[in-house]
C-alpha cells in the first residue's frame, strides 16, 4: 500500500530542511514516522509533501555546558539506553522506554513525540518537570520555547508554520548540598506493555537533608487537553515531607490542576482516581528513599 | 525411533513459518491480479435512498464496480438462515453492511474508488440491547421479529426443590464479547477460468462452506467450485463462517472481470464487519440445600446475535445445553434467546457459548459457597458429577471414569504447589486471590450439527515409503497437521518426517464438515486410521507373503513390516511398496468417519447433545490492586482431560494459548459500541495480551478416561479457553471480598465495583 | 506529482535499489518490490509487529516507516536472518519448543527475538518486555520464552 503522500523530500542538511519547510507551508517533516504514517494511513492527517529530517544528524545525546541536550531525531530507544539520560533526567529514560513497544522505540524519536502533541505523549510530562525547552529552528535562526509553552490542545503546538524541533535542552540544575534529587515517571494503562497512558504522572525535585521537598514539580499526561504542570499539587508539597498528612493533600489539590474527559480509553473519574493513587504512591516511595 | 504417539517432533509446518516462506494468501499473488474493495455502510439501520457508484467507476484503474443487481446467483451468505445478502438491496442492518464492491488494478485504486461512494442512507431507530429488543415495541432488525429461537433444557424443571430451597442464590451476569484477533486478517484469491470453473485461495477454517457459499452467488455447481485453504494465520472460530462472505465477494468480482481477484481485509474492517464472541445477558437463579447441594438451577440466557443469524442458533445450541455445567442438578430449567439488535454480528468463537456461561455458572457456584459459608473447591466437590450421579443436565449417562473431580484434584494441588514454590513479593498495595472454574465441554458437533459431524482422509504411500495424507479439516494454528501426522505416522509405522499432510483442498476429498468444536485431530484421525485401514487390506497380504507369515500377523513400526511378536522378521517398507507397485496393486486409499447417530429431544433440551466428554480445572491466582483496579494473573493451573495425547507440544500449546486469549476476554478486550459502531476498531484500543500478560501456567493431563478420538483422544481447543476468565473472575472477587458480574474488569470497573470503599472517592464529591 | 524515489539498501546482504512511490512503506517495498512476503501485515498501525523487521540493526514496524527514509539503510527480513532453512538460534529453538502455530506473527517475532539475543537480554522479565511489541494470538508466549532460553543457551556454540 502506498500512503497518500506525493513527495518525500530528502534534505541534505538541516538548513536545506528549514528552506524546504519554509517554502511549502503545507509541509510536513517526518523522522520516525511512527505517528504521523499511522494518521496519513487513516486519512486523519493530510500531509501531501513529507521532509524527512531523519538522517540529518539531529539524533544526538550529550552534556553540553549546563545542559543534556538531546537531538530531535534521538529515538527513545536511544534516549531510554543512554547514560548521560539516565544520569541527568531518569525521569525521561523511563518514560522513553514504555512509549509503544520496543519496536516503535526504535524508530520513535523525542521531536515526534512532542510535535505530535498528544496529551498522552509519554515523554512529556518528565521535560515538563525537568524545565525543559525545546529549539526551534526556522531558516533564519531559531528560538527556544520551553515545552510548557510548547503545547497548545490535542495534536497543536505553537510551533509556527515551518518552524522544526531540532532539539530538547534539559538544564542540569544542581540540588542544594546534602539534598537529593528525585526524578520520577510512572504512566498507568489497562495492559502492563505497549499501551498508551491513561494517566501519567512525573515527579521532580530535591528531597533536602531536613526530609522536605524543594522545587517541587509535578506533570500529569492524558488528564487534560495536553500535558499540564500541576501548580496546586507542587505548592502543597513545597517545604514538606513527601510523606505524612502533604500525601492526601496533595493527592486532593492534583484534582484541581487536572481536567480529564471521558473516552474510549478511560472515564474521567478513573483518570482522576488513577492521578490521585499515582501521586499518593510516588510520594510514598520518595519518603522510604 | 521414539514411537510418534505423544512425542513432541517438530509440528510439520514450523520450519517453514520460522523461516518465513509460508505463504498465506496475502503472499499470493498471479499476473493480471484485481485487488478488491468493499462500499460499506458507516450506520445502520438505515434504508438506502441511493446509491451513486459513478464516483467509484471514475477513478482511474477500477475494472469493476458492483451492486446487489450484479450478483449471478443468489445474493446470500447466510450459512444457515437465508437473512444475509452478499450486498445490501435496500436496508442496511449493521455497521460495515456490504453496499458495493470494487476491484481494482491496485489496493490504493480499489479502496480510493470504494471511499468515493457517498451513499444516501435514512437512518431507521435501531436497538442496541438483546433484552430490550424483546420488549413490546422495540425497533425491529427483520420483520420476523427480534426473536430467531430460544432453546430450552427441562428437566424435573419446577419440581420441589425450586420451592424449598432454604439457599437462593440470584444474579445477572453482563458478559461482553470479544473479537478472535486473529494475527492474519480475513482473506481471499479467487482465480476464475472463463464462467464455468473457479479457484478460491483462503484464509479460512471450512473450505467447504467457501465452497457452498461462492457456487451459490455464482449459480455454480459446487463441483465447480475448488476451495484450497492457505497457511491461515489464525482463526478462533472468526474463520468458521466469515470467510465464506470474504470469498464471495472475491468471487463474484473474479467472475465480472475474468480476473483473478485478491481481497485482503484491513484491521479495522475486520475488527468491525466480521463476527464476534457474543455478547450475552446471563439471569441465574439457583437453589441448594443448607449444605450447598444444589436443588435446582434456572438460567436464562440473552444471545446478543447482531443483524443476522448466522452461526448464532448453533453458539446456542451448546451454551443452553453447557449452562449448568458439571454438577449435579435435580432440577433444571434453561431458557437460551437468540436475540437480533443492530450490533456486531455475534458468531463462532473458541468455546462456541460455552464460555459465557461457564462464567456465569462458575459465578453462580462462588456466591453460593460464600451463601452457605463453605469454601468454592468444597462446593464445588459437593455437587460435582462423580460416582453414581454421572447423570448431565440433559440426562446423558456419562461412562465412568468421570474425571471432573480428578480435574479439580489436581489443579488445586498444581496452585498449592505455586504457592509453596512462588516467591511472591509482598506489595501494600496488592491483595490477592484464587479462583476455580470447571467445565464440562461436550466434544464435536451438537446433536443438531451432526450431520456435519464426518471427515474424509486420502492416504497415497510413495514408492520411497513416505506417505500423502490429504484431510478434510484445516489448520489454523491450532495443530491438526500435527496431530494428522502424528495419526497417519503411528498407524504407518514410519518416521513423521516421512508423512507429508497437505493442506484441504476440496476437489480431493469428500466434504468433511467444519474446522470447529475441538474435533480436527478426532475426526481427521479417525478418518486417516479407516483409509490406513483400507490400504493395508492390500498391503498386509503383500507383506506377508514377503514376510512368510499370515497377514494378520502383519504390523508396521519403526519404517518396517514385521511379524508382530517377532520384530526380527522385518522388510523395509520400501521393499513391500515396491512388490505392490511391482503388482500394480493400488498404494491409495479413502478414509471416511462419521459420529455415532444419537438421541436428542429439541423441545426438552433432553438427550445425548454430545458423544463424549471431556472436563478441565483451571485454578488462577491472582494479584489485584484494587486502587488502580489492575490485576495481575500470577498463576494459571490447569487440569484436563484429554483422553490421550496425540502431540504434546500442540496440545501444551493449545492450552497456554486458551489461557492466555481468554484471560484477555476477562480482563482487557473490550468492544465499545455507539450503535453498533465500532469505536475502538484497532490493536492500539482494542487490547489483547502481550508477552508480558503470560501468566506462570502449570498443567496436568489426565490420560484416564479415553474418549471417542483417535487412539483415545479428545479435543483440546476449546476446553482449554473455557474455564480461565471464570476463574480469574472468581480469583479478583475473592481478593477483593466483592461480587463483580459484568465482563471483561476493566480497571475502570474494578474501581467503580469499590465505590466509596476507593480510598481517594471522597476526592471527587 | 508522485515523483518516483530511488531507494537503495543492503538488503539481507545484498545491495539493492528500488525506484518507489514517495508514500511506499518499507513493509510494501520489501514484500511488492523486493518479493520477501515473509515479513507480513497483521494491523498496519505499528500494533501486532508482524511487520517487523531489523532496519541498521534495530527492530521496527516496517508498516510505519517510509521507504523513502531509508535511502542508504541496511535491512534485514525473515529471510535474511537464517536463510531458507531458518537455521538462526532462535528459529530453530522456536520450531524446537514448538513456539510456531499459526505463523503468522512469527516472521516478525523471529526478528524481535533475534534483537534480543543480539543485546544480550537475558532476564526473563526483560526479554517479554522487550517481546511486547509482538502480539501472538495462539500460543500464550510460553513456549516462544522457552525458545528465547534455548536459543539463548545454544546460540553462542
Request: proline content about 7%; glycine content about 10%; overall charge negative.
Amino acid at each position: 500500500m502506498n500512503l497518500p503522500v506525493e513527495a518525500v523530500l530528502r534534505p541534505r542538511d538541516l538548513g536545506e530542511a528549514l528552506s524546504m519547510l519554509a517554502e511549502d507551508p503545507s509541509a510536513v517533516p517526518v523522522a520516525g514516522g511512527t505517528d504521523l504514517v499511522v494518521q496519513l494511513r487513516a486519512r486523519r492527517r493530510h500531509a501531501p509533501v513529507l521532509v524527512d529530517i531523519g538522517a540529518l544528524g539531529l539524533d544526538r545525546i550529550a552534556v553540553e555546558g549546563n545542559a543534556l541536550v538531546i537531538g530531535a531525531a534521538a529515538t527513545m530507544d536511544s534516549i531510554a539506553r543512554s547514560a548521560a539520560v539516565r544520569e541527568h533526567a531518569p525521569a525521561l529514560a523511563t518514560a522513553a522506554g514504555q512509549v509503544g513497544a520496543w519496536p516503535i522505540q526504535c524508530r520513535a524519536t523525542l521531536g515526534g513525540n512532542l510535535a505530535n502533541a498528544s496529551p498522552a505523549a509519554d515523554t512529556a510530562p518528565p521535560l515538563l518537570t525537568a524545565g525543559a525547552t525545546v529549539t526551534a529552528a526556522f531558516p533564519s535562526g531559531q528560538r527556544r520555547i520551553p515545552v510548557l509553552d510548547l503545547f497548545e490542545g490535542p495534536g497543536t503546538t505553537r510551533l509556527a508554520p515551518g518552524e522544526l524541533i531540532t532539539s530538547v535542552s534539559i538544564p542540569l540544575d544542581p540540588v542544594p548540598a546534602g539534598a537529593r534529587r528525585v526524578d520520577r515517571f510512572v504512566k498507568l494503562g489497562p495492559r502492563r506493555e505497549q499501551i498508551i497512558s491513561v494517566v501519567s504522572l512525573a515527579v521532580r525535585a530535591a528531597l533536602l537533608a531536613d526530609g522536605t521537598l524543594a522545587d517541587v514539580r509535578i506533570a500529569v499526561g492524558a488528564a487534560a487537553p495536553t500535558p499540564v504542570r500541576a501548580p496546586a499539587a507542587e505548592s502543597v508539597l513545597e517545604g514538606r515531607p513527601p510523606g505524612g498528612a502533604a500525601r492526601r493533600e496533595a493527592a486532593r489539590a492534583l484534582q484541581e490542576d487536572i481536567a480529564p474527559i471521558d473516552d474510549i480509553r478511560a472515564p474521567a473519574r478513573y483518570r482522576r482516581l488513577a492521578a490521585a493513587v499515582l501521586l499518593d504512591r510516588l510520594l510514598g516511595e520518595i519518603s522510604h528513599g | 525411533m521414539a514411537e510418534p504417539l505423544g512425542g513432541r517432533h517438530p509440528r510439520p509446518d514450523a520450519v517453514m513459518k520460522v523461516a518465513g516462506s509460508a505463504r498465506y494468501v496475502g503472499d499470493l499473488a498471479l499476473p493480471g491480479m484485481l485487488h478488491a474493495a468493499i462500499v460499506a455502510a458507516p450506520g445502520a439501520p438505515a434504508r438506502v435512498v441511493s446509491l451513486d457508484l459513478e464516483p467509484a467507476r471514475a477513478v482511474p484503474g477500477v475494472e469493476a464496480v458492483l451492486a446487489a443487481g450484479d450478483v449471478p446467483g443468489a445474493n446470500l451468505v447466510g450459512t444457515i438462515f437465508p437473512d444475509q445478502p452478499l450486498l445490501v438491496e435496500d436496508r442496511v442492518r449493521m455497521v460495515g453492511d456490504r453496499l458495493a464492491l470494487v476491484a481494482a488494478r491496485t489496493p490504493e485504486a480499489a479502496w480510493t474508488a470504494a471511499a468515493a461512494v457517498e451513499p444516501e442512507l435514512e437512518p431507521l431507530p435501531g436497538v442496541h440491547d438483546p433484552v430490550e429488543a424483546l420488549e413490546p415495541g422495540a425497533p425491529v432488525v427483520h420483520e420476523s421479529g427480534n426473536l430467531v429461537r430460544t432453546f430450552r433444557v427441562r428437566r424435573n424443571a419446577g419440581g420441589d426443590g425450586a420451592a424449598s430451597a432454604p439457599v437462593v442464590v440470584e444474579a445477572e451476569y453482563r458478559i461482553g464479547g470479544q473479537e478472535h484477533a486473529y494475527l492474519e486478517p480475513q482473506g481471499c484469491l479467487a482465480i476464475p477460468e472463463s464462467r464455468s470453473r473457479i479457484t478460491i485461495v483462503a484464509s479460512c477454517q471450512c473450505p467447504f462452506y467457501v465452497q457452498h457459499a461462492v457456487a451459490r452467488v455464482l449459480g455454480l455447481p459446487l463441483a465447480s467450485v475448488r476451495v484450497r485453504q492457505a497457511h491461515t494465520g489464525g482463526g478462533f472460530g472468526g474463520k468458521e463462517d466469515y470467510p465464506s462472505e470474504v470469498a464471495a465477494c472475491a468471487a463474484v468480482l473474479a467472475f465480472a472481470t475474468g480476473r483473478p481477484v485478491r481481497l485482503i481485509y484491513s484491521r479495522e474492517y475486520d475488527l468491525q464487519a466480521t463476527t464476534k464472541r457474543h455478547a450475552m445477558v446471563v439471569r441465574h437463579r439457583w437453589g441448594a440445600d443448607t449444605d450447598g447441594r444444589l436443588l435446582f438451577a434456572e438460567v436464562e440466557s440473552f444471545l446478543d446475535a447482531g443483524a443476522y443469524v448466522g452461526l448464532s442458533t448453533v453458539v446456542a445450541e451448546r451454551a443452553n445445553v453447557s449452562a449448568i455445567g458439571p454438577y449435579h442438578v435435580p432440577s433444571v430449567k434453561v431458557d437460551t434467546h437468540v436475540v437480533h439488535t443492530n450490533n456486531l454480528f455475534g458468531g463462532a468463537y473458541r468455546g462456541f457459548g460455552a464460555p459465557q456461561v461457564t462464567w456465569a455458572h462458575e459465578a453462580t457456584m462462588d456466591r453460593l459457597a460464600r451463601a452457605v459459608g463453605v469454601d468454592p473447591v468444597e462446593i464445588r466437590r459437593r455437587n460435582l458429577l462423580t460416582g453414581e450421579s454421572c447423570t448431565t443436565c440433559t440426562g446423558q449417562e456419562l461412562p465412568s471414569p468421570v474425571l471432573a473431580g480428578a480435574c479439580l484434584d489436581r489443579a488445586t494441588e498444581l496452585a498449592a504447589a505455586w504457592t509453596g514454590s512462588a516467591t511472591v513479593a509482598p506489595s501494600p498495595h496488592l491483595r490477592r486471590g484464587t479462583g476455580v472454574a470447571l467445565v464440562l465441554y461436550g466434544c464435536n458437533l451438537h446433536h443438531g450439527g451432526q450431520f456435519l459431524d464426518r471427515s474424509s482422509a486420502v492416504v497415497i504411500l510413495q514408492p520411497d515409503a513416505s506417505a500423502i495424507v490429504r484431510v478434510g479439516l484445516t489448520e489454523m494454528g491450532q495443530g491438526n497437521l500435527a496431530s494428522a501426522q502424528t495419526v497417519a505416522a503411528q498407524a504407518l509405522g514410519l518416521d513423521p518426517s516421512r508423512v507429508e499432510v497437505w493442506e484441504p483442498d476440496t476437489a480431493t476429498v469428500a466434504d468433511s464438515g467444519p474446522t470447529v468444536a475441538s474435533r480436527g485431530a478426532h475426526s481427521t484421525g479417525l478418518a486417516i486410521l479407516d483409509a490406513v485401514r483400507r490400504l493395508r487390506r492390500r498391503l498386509d497380504p503383500v507383506a506377508a507373503g514377503l514376510l512368510g507369515c499370515a497377514p494378520g500377523e502383519v504390523e508396521l513400526a519403526d519404517g518396517v513390516a514385521r511379524v508382530a511378536g517377532d520384530p526380527s522378521r522385518a522388510v523395509p517398507l520400501e521393499r513391500v511398496l515396491g512388490e505392490m507397485t511391482a503388482r500394480r496393486i493400488e498404494t491409495i486409499a479413502t478414509g471416511w468417519w462419521r459420529s455415532r447417530p444419537r438421541w436428542f429431544d429439541e423441545a426438552t433440551g433432553l438427550g445425548s447433545p454430545y458423544e463424549t466428554y471431556a472436563f478441565a480445572c483451571h485454578v488462577a491466582q491472582v494479584a489485584v490492586d484494587p486502587e488502580l483496579g489492575l490485576v495481575r494473573v500470577e498463576h494459571v493451573a490447569a487440569a484436563h482431560d484429554v483422553g490421550r495425547i496425540l502431540h504434546r507440544d500442540a496440545i501444551e500449546g493449545q492450552i497456554q494459548g486458551g489461557i492466555v486469549q481468554a484471560m484477555g476476554w476477562g480482563l482487557l478486550e473490550r468492544l465499545e459500541l455507539d450503535r453498533g459502531r465500532l469505536l475502538n476498531p484497532s490493536f492500539t484500543d482494542y487490547l489483547i495480551p502481550t508477552a508480558s500478560d503470560t501468566p506462570e501456567i502449570s498443567m496436568a493431563l489426565l490420560e484416564d478416561a479415553p474418549g471417542a478420538g483417535p487412539f483415545g483422544a479428545k479435543g483440546i481447543g476449546e476446553p482449554s479457553f473455557i474455564p480461565t476468565a471464570a476463574a480469574i473472575r472468581n480469583a479478583v472477587c475473592d481478593a477483593l471480598g466483592i461480587e463483580i458480574d459484568r465482563l471483561p474488569f476493566t480497571p475502570p470497573v474494578i474501581v467503580d465495583a469499590l465505590g466509596t470503599a476507593h480510598p481517594f472517592a471522597d476526592l471527587l464529591d | 506529482m508522485d515523483e518516483r524515489i530511488v531507494v537503495r539498501l543492503v538488503l539481507n546482504g545484498e545491495e539493492r535499489s528500488f525506484r518507489v512511490a514517495p508514500g511506499r512503506r518499507l513493509l510494501d517495498l520489501l514484500r511488492e518490490d523486493a518479493g520477501l512476503t515473509g515479513t507480513k501485515e497483521g494491523c498496519g498501525a505499528g500494533e501486532c509487529g508482524a511487520c517487523t523487521v531489523l532496519l541498521d540493526g534495530r527492530p521496527v514496524p516496517s508498516c510505519l516507516v517510509l521507504a523513502a527514509s531509508c535511502d542508504g539503510a541496511a535491512v534485514v527480513t525473515v529471510e535474511g536472518l537464517g536463510g531458507p532453512a531458518g537455521s538462526h538460534p532462535f528459529q530453530r529453538a522456536l520450531v524446537a519448543s514448538g513456539g510456531v502455530q499459526c505463523g503468522f506473527c512469527t516472521p516478525g517475532l523471529v526478528m524481535t527475538g533475534a534483537a534480543v539475543l543480539e543485546a544480550g537480554v537475558t532476564a526473563p522479565a526483560d526479554q517479554a518486555r522487550l517481546l511486547s511489541g509482538n502480539l501472538c494470538r495462539c500460543t500464550g508466549y510460553v513456549k516462544v520464552f522457552e525458545a528465547l532460553r534455548r536459543a539463548g543457551e545454544d546460540g553462542d556454540g
